[in-house]
């Protein structure tokens, strides 16, 4: 009997530890799954420009439309999230988010495109604050740091995502037929583990889930969103206009146009595998201040260096620099003893997505009216808002 119950506890030992990395692998693959459809649409932005005749300024306002879509949808992701659970959310918006996708591919006229984006920019919010949540939910599993490296998974998609455009420009396919494969891909792979990811959020009653689904955001939350939009802004600036930044300013060979994407998404998925080790080594607020000084620095010798080595080399710090902050701010999030994880990452992605909604006009008009150029020194500056909110993250 003795040696029955001891084979007992270790069955059960090995049973949950099992649990815990069946769920984050599903809950990081389907991570993958959507940066890999974000990837897919952004390194196609050039193409699609080009097609359409779009000039900067033109670009610009109609990529507006993505964080417009995301900002309406913010509100509705957090009370679906709230009410319904994260699970049943992120069944119904990642089915929907390759197929937003999937009509981006299909338009021929601005108009089009327009109302494509602000389409896509809701489903992507849908997914987002749902998945995030999730990671949320295999975090208070893990009891430590986990977030940055589903964040990680995220920028692996993006950097494979980049590799797969190059290969697919290199050989003339047509942005349609590009994410025709990709959604084939991706939406095999949602069906299959669409009923396999965690099926609840937090172990609270439901009188207190519903009074969380309405509370308003507290100080701590307003800290964690202004410091999530300044890395947000350089972020967006990255995935929208990096390949046209080199199209234009560094005229690269056609093949080497995603190049400074490329090295942008590599440095911050490695970032994010490394993140949850150096938080705790040199702590958080350690972490996200370098993080922002490594942001400007980055931008700012793409600027002043526009060459394709150097170029590249600025870019990798920019992405090494936004790699720690977005997964960092929603895992404390998360933990608010205020609000319903999925209402707190929503609120904390409202004000960080600001950055979203302002970058693209911003870049595009300015590059309007002087050079691509200034736009980016100028969204430079906003690398360090993070660096500057750093200090209060340790008082929340």
Excluded at 302 to 313: D, G, R
Excluded at 322 to 332: A, D, E, Q
Excluded at 336 to 342: I, V
Aim: hydrophobic content about 50%.
């Amino acid at each position: 009997m003795k040696y029955f119950w001891r084979y007992f506890m270790v069955m059960g030992l090995s049973l949950k530890f099992t649990t815990q990395r069946y769920y984050r692998i599903v809950v990081g693959i389907l991570f993958f799954v959507q940066g890999l459809i974000f990837s897919t649409w952004a390194n196609r932005i050039p193409d699609i420009k080009h097609a359409l005749g779009l000039t900067e300024a033109g670009l610009g306002g109609v990529l507006f439309l993505i964080p417009t879509g995301q900002l309406c949808a913010m509100a509705l992701s957090g009370y679906l999230v709230g009410k319904f659970g994260s699970k049943k959310t992120l069944s119904f918006a990642a089915l929907l988010y390759p197929t937003a996708m999937l009509s981006l591919g299909a338009v021929r006229e601005v108009w089009q495109l327009a109302l494509g984006l602000f389409l896509f920019g809701m489903c992507a919010n849908l997914t987002n604050i749902s998945i995030n949540t999730q990671g949320v939910g295999v975090e208070r599993i893990y009891r430590r740091s986990i977030m940055a490296s589903f964040h990680g998974i995220w920028s692996l998609a993006g950097f494979t995502g980049g590799l797969i455009s190059t290969l697919m420009v290199g050989n003339n396919v047509p942005p349609l037929e590009h994410f025709c494969i990709i959604y084939v891909l991706v939406l095999t792979i949602i069906l299959i583990l669409r009923s396999r990811i965690l099926p609840r959020d937090t172990a609270r009653d439901a009188n207190h889930t519903k009074r969380q689904v309405f509370s308003k955001p507290d100080k701590a939350i307003i800290i964690l969103g202004t410091i999530v939009f300044g890395s947000m802004i350089c972020e967006g600036t990255m995935f929208d206009w990096s390949g046209v930044y080199f199209q234009k300013i560094i005229n690269p060979p056609k093949e080497l146009v995603r190049l400074g994407y490329i090295a942008f998404m590599f440095t911050m998925a490695g970032g994010r595998f490394a993140a949850d080790w150096m938080v705790t080594r040199f702590g958080i607020t350690n972490i996200l201040r370098t993080a922002g000084i490594t942001i400007t620095v980055g931008m700012l010798i793409a600027v002043l260096f526009p060459y394709i080595l150097t170029a590249t080399f600025g870019f990798l710090l920019v992405g090494i620099g936004t790699s720690s902050v977005v997964p960092l701010c929603y895992g404390i999030a998360g933990k608010s003893k205020t609000m319903h994880p999925g209402v707190a990452v929503a609120s904390v992605a409202s004000i960080g997505f600001m950055g979203f909604l302002i970058g693209p006009p911003i870049i595009g008009f300015v590059a309007q009216a002087s050079s691509l150029r200034w736009s980016f020194a100028l969204i430079a500056m906003f690398g360090l808002i993070t660096t500057l909110m750093a200090a209060r993250v340790k008082n929340i």
